[in-house]
Protein backbone atom coordinates (compact mmCIF):
# COMPACT_ATOMS: atom_id res chain seq x y z
CA UNK A 1 0.00 0.00 0.00
CA UNK A 2 1.55 3.50 -0.90
CA UNK A 3 0.12 6.66 0.41
CA UNK A 4 0.09 10.31 0.24
CA UNK A 5 -1.24 13.03 2.37
CA UNK A 6 -1.82 16.79 1.84
CA UNK A 7 -3.40 19.65 4.00
CA UNK A 8 -6.94 20.63 3.40
CA UNK A 9 -8.89 23.73 4.36
CA UNK A 10 -11.50 23.13 7.31
CA UNK A 11 -13.39 25.41 9.87
CA UNK A 12 -12.16 24.57 12.82
CA UNK A 13 -9.05 22.22 13.24
CA UNK A 14 -5.90 23.52 13.78
CA UNK A 15 -4.58 21.40 11.12
CA UNK A 16 -6.48 19.22 8.65
CA UNK A 17 -4.75 16.18 6.53
CA UNK A 18 -6.24 14.00 3.90
CA UNK A 19 -4.65 11.04 3.59
CA UNK A 20 -5.01 8.77 0.01
CA UNK A 21 -4.12 5.17 -0.16
CA UNK A 22 -3.34 3.03 -2.95
CA UNK A 23 -2.59 -0.34 -3.72
CA UNK A 24 0.10 -0.72 -6.97
CA UNK A 25 0.36 -4.27 -6.88
CA UNK A 26 -3.22 -4.16 -7.52
CA UNK A 27 -4.20 -1.45 -9.49
CA UNK A 28 -7.64 -2.31 -10.15
CA UNK A 29 -8.69 -2.22 -6.13
CA UNK A 30 -10.58 1.05 -5.13
CA UNK A 31 -8.40 3.24 -3.37
CA UNK A 32 -8.75 4.55 0.09
CA UNK A 33 -9.15 7.41 1.83
CA UNK A 34 -8.67 9.17 5.58
CA UNK A 35 -9.13 12.49 7.04
CA UNK A 36 -7.06 13.16 10.45
CA UNK A 37 -8.11 16.49 11.87
CA UNK A 38 -6.00 18.45 15.04
CA UNK A 39 -7.24 20.55 17.76
CA UNK A 40 -6.02 22.49 20.87
CA UNK A 41 -7.86 21.16 23.17
CA UNK A 42 -9.38 24.44 24.77
CA UNK A 43 -10.49 25.09 21.26
CA UNK A 44 -12.94 22.30 21.18
CA UNK A 45 -14.25 22.38 24.61
CA UNK A 46 -16.34 25.41 24.24
CA UNK A 47 -18.04 23.99 20.94
CA UNK A 48 -18.55 20.53 23.02
CA UNK A 49 -19.03 21.48 26.67
CA UNK A 50 -21.73 18.96 27.49
CA UNK A 51 -20.03 16.36 25.46
CA UNK A 52 -19.76 13.03 27.26
CA UNK A 53 -16.02 13.15 25.48
CA UNK A 54 -14.80 16.76 27.12
CA UNK A 55 -15.98 14.91 30.21
CA UNK A 56 -13.72 11.83 29.69
CA UNK A 57 -10.89 13.63 28.25
CA UNK A 58 -10.67 15.77 31.36
CA UNK A 59 -11.34 12.87 33.53
CA UNK A 60 -7.93 11.46 31.63
CA UNK A 61 -5.90 14.16 32.63
CA UNK A 62 -5.77 16.22 29.12
CA UNK A 63 -4.94 19.59 29.87
CA UNK A 64 -6.89 22.76 28.21
CA UNK A 65 -3.40 23.12 25.97
CA UNK A 66 -3.01 19.79 25.00
CA UNK A 67 -3.59 18.48 21.41
CA UNK A 68 -6.48 16.41 20.42
CA UNK A 69 -6.82 14.15 17.45
CA UNK A 70 -9.71 13.32 15.60
CA UNK A 71 -10.06 10.58 12.92
CA UNK A 72 -12.76 12.02 10.77
CA UNK A 73 -12.93 10.05 8.49
CA UNK A 74 -11.64 6.36 7.70
CA UNK A 75 -12.42 4.61 4.53
CA UNK A 76 -9.00 2.75 4.09
CA UNK A 77 -10.52 0.10 1.76
CA UNK A 78 -12.30 2.70 0.14
CA UNK A 79 -15.63 3.70 0.21
CA UNK A 80 -19.08 2.46 -0.57
CA UNK A 81 -18.20 -0.75 1.10
CA UNK A 82 -21.33 -2.43 3.12
CA UNK A 83 -20.43 -4.48 6.35
CA UNK A 84 -20.64 -7.86 4.61
CA UNK A 85 -17.87 -7.10 2.17
CA UNK A 86 -15.06 -9.10 3.26
CA UNK A 87 -13.20 -9.39 0.01
CA UNK A 88 -11.65 -6.03 0.72
CA UNK A 89 -11.52 -5.93 4.55
CA UNK A 90 -9.69 -7.64 7.44
CA UNK A 91 -6.42 -7.77 5.45
CA UNK A 92 -4.36 -5.41 7.24
CA UNK A 93 -4.90 -2.58 5.29
CA UNK A 94 -6.70 -0.39 8.17
CA UNK A 95 -4.01 -1.46 10.26
CA UNK A 96 -1.26 -0.05 8.13
CA UNK A 97 -3.94 3.37 7.02
CA UNK A 98 -3.66 3.74 11.22
CA UNK A 99 -0.49 3.09 11.65
CA UNK A 100 0.00 5.95 9.53
CA UNK A 101 -1.99 8.49 10.91
CA UNK A 102 -0.59 7.52 14.46
CA UNK A 103 2.62 8.26 13.07
CA UNK A 104 1.26 11.86 12.77
CA UNK A 105 -0.62 11.75 15.59
CA UNK A 106 2.30 10.67 17.96
CA UNK A 107 5.03 13.07 15.79
CA UNK A 108 2.82 15.77 16.88
CA UNK A 109 2.20 15.25 20.30
CA UNK A 110 -1.72 14.83 20.35
CA UNK A 111 -2.19 13.84 24.17
CA UNK A 112 -5.67 11.79 22.78
CA UNK A 113 -7.34 10.90 19.97
CA UNK A 114 -11.12 10.48 19.72
CA UNK A 115 -13.41 8.94 16.56
CA UNK A 116 -16.96 8.55 15.64
CA UNK A 117 -18.89 5.56 13.81
CA UNK A 118 -21.95 5.60 11.99
CA UNK A 119 -24.49 3.46 13.82
CA UNK A 120 -23.68 0.02 12.71
CA UNK A 121 -20.71 0.31 11.87
CA UNK A 122 -19.54 -2.62 14.19
CA UNK A 123 -16.75 -3.42 12.15
CA UNK A 124 -15.18 -0.16 12.78
CA UNK A 125 -16.36 -0.09 16.63
CA UNK A 126 -14.61 -3.41 16.69
CA UNK A 127 -11.27 -2.04 15.58
CA UNK A 128 -11.03 0.97 16.86
CA UNK A 129 -11.59 -1.37 20.36
CA UNK A 130 -8.57 -3.56 19.31
CA UNK A 131 -6.35 -0.55 18.96
CA UNK A 132 -6.89 0.75 22.55
CA UNK A 133 -9.64 2.90 22.43
CA UNK A 134 -12.69 2.98 24.95
CA UNK A 135 -16.43 3.31 23.96
CA UNK A 136 -18.18 6.51 25.72
CA UNK A 137 -20.82 4.80 27.40
CA UNK A 138 -24.23 5.60 25.88
CA UNK A 139 -23.42 7.70 22.84
CA UNK A 140 -22.42 4.49 20.89
CA UNK A 141 -20.48 5.18 18.41
CA UNK A 142 -18.01 7.50 20.24
CA UNK A 143 -14.02 6.26 21.00
CA UNK A 144 -11.13 7.99 22.44
CA UNK A 145 -7.88 6.44 23.56
CA UNK A 146 -5.27 8.35 25.86
CA UNK A 147 -1.66 8.72 24.32
Do not use: C
Not at 4 to 32: C, L, M, S
Not at 112 to 121: D, F, L, N
Amino acid sequence: MAHTEEKIEWQNPVDAIQYHFTFPENPERRPGDAQLFFYVFKDFMPRNRQDLLVQQLEGAGVQPDDLLAHINEFYPNGRGLKEEDTASMAKGVGSQAYEILMQEVTRRGAKAIYAVTATGRKRMEEFLKRKGFNEIGQERGLFYKIL
